[in-house]
């Protein structure tokens, strides 16, 4: 299984992106997929996570009123939009998927990754 990130960019302070995952010839249907993102010199911090049939979701708190995910399991996408962006959300902006039981939206609990779209906040 491999996924695709696309979205990322350059955007002031404020503004709004939205990140897509796919994973291009195969179904994400069945996968619970989180959004995880690595700022330079930090570790690696989840954003958010969605269970397969999109009833669990969980937000990392830093995010939580302004980034919202979705999926569309007919399109094989999964969605984080972003808004009111801030400088600190700068990071390389990661999708993975894991086939198991929803947990607790962290990142070993997932076995499939991307390759990481970058998300920049500057004015």
């Known amino acids: 299984l491999q996924l695709v990130e696309s979205g990322g960019g350059l955007v002031q302070p404020g503004g709004s992106l939205r990140l897509s995952c796919k994973a291009p010839g195969f179904t994400l249907a069945y996968y619970n997929i989180g959004w995880f993102r690595q700022a330079p010199g930090k570790e690696r911090e989840r954003v958010s996570c969605?269970?397969?049939?999109?009833?669990?979701?969980e937000y990392e708190d830093s995010v939580k009123g302004r980034f919202t995910i979705s999926r569309n399991n007919v399109k094989d996408v999964v969605y984080l939009q972003m808004n009111s962006l801030k400088p600190e959300d700068t990071a390389i902006y990661y999708c993975a998927a894991d086939d198991g039981v929803f947990g607790r939206c962290q990142a070993d609990e997932y076995d499939y990754w991307g390759q990481g779209t970058q998300v920049t906040v500057s004015s």
């Open positions: 969605i269970g397969a049939n999109a009833f669990f979701i």
